[in-house]
């Protein structure tokens, strides 16, 4: 193994080490730090961190062999708070007092703490699904939004099922669920249809899952914890899913239109590399979604009774059957 995938891979051997440190308070930082915000066992956030990892590894090994630099060495120190605020901001400032080069942050949650305490690291986001609407200032941040249209989402489901009545589980705690509510909402006239709100926080608010023919489950954290017990109450219900964040299709969502999570990794990991050869965020426009995935769970809609479109069908990224 070369330096440089050392370098880049050591997040793999010393992460607990590194966790303990930042914990206890001590500063620690390589040349150049790379200080990752996840909210925990999200797999959507987990498959873009992989990506992340290794397009940077790639990169650096590429960059070393042309030219024998070492630019792109640098330390990986991953952190996973819990998804509220006080544990994000926490976990921002640890990466402000240890000096890290660049904050890298997955959803609107963490990249809102990263980038609002403090204002000297550069960010790089991903997965945020309206990086301005959520009020993400840009002057020392970049990344890649998530943003798919809520509107082409509801209209596949309204060929699947003719809902009438449709569940939205948001979180009033995260500024971008709040925003796919509000354009679920300027929906229902164009659309016949009216909209429950109902905001899930914990586990136990799943029991709010009554009176409604169809779901549509936002990028929410409470929502993707609590996916377990969603899909099982819309089955004992026959209520359709649909879902604007992706990995959760094999849980029994019916319904996909997500931002590719690959993608996602990859355009933050080139953002990452030029703010490591000394770009400015502020110089690097947000980069929109070039890859978004549609996936149909067939079998879950044949189990409910629903029959899917083939022009439906036909352009799917992924069917399950």
Known sequence: MTKISIKIWRLMLYLFVISMVLNSGS?????????VIMIPNIPYYEEMHKAFTETLLSEAIAEKKASSSNILEAEIIVQKPLPDSISLMNTARKFD??????????????????????????????????????????????GISSKVSVSTLLKKLKSISNFSKLGV??????????????????????????????????????AKITGVDALLITTSCPTQYCISNIIDIARKANIPTATL?????????????????????????????????????????????GKVDMIIN?????SMGLKVPFDLLSSATKIIK
């Open 27 to 35: 500063v620690m930082a390589a040349d150049k730090t790379i200080g």
């Open 97 to 142: 007092a240890v000096g890290v080069t660049i904050i890298v942050s997955y959803g609107a949650p963490s990249t809102l703490a990263a980038v609002g305490e403090q204002s000297t690291i550069p960010v790089v986001f991903a997965g945020v699904f309206d990086p301005r609407g959520v009020g993400i200032s840009l002057k020392n941040a970049t």
């Open 169 to 206: 589980l948001y979180s009033d705690t995260e500024k971008d669920t709040l925003l796919q509510a509000e354009e679920v909402k300027k929906l229902e006239e164009s659309m016949g249809f009216k909209s429950v709100m109902l905001n899930i926080k914990r586990a136990q608010d799943t």
């Open 245 to 289: 964040t992706g990995t959760e299709e094999d849980k029994g969502v019916l319904l996909t239109i997500t931002a590719n999570p690959q993608e996602q990794g990859r355009e933050a990991a080139k953002l990452v590399i030029k703010l490591l050869k000394g770009a400015k965020a502020s110089s690097l426009p947000v980069v929109e979604p």
């Open 298 to 302: 067939l079998k879950e809609a044949s």
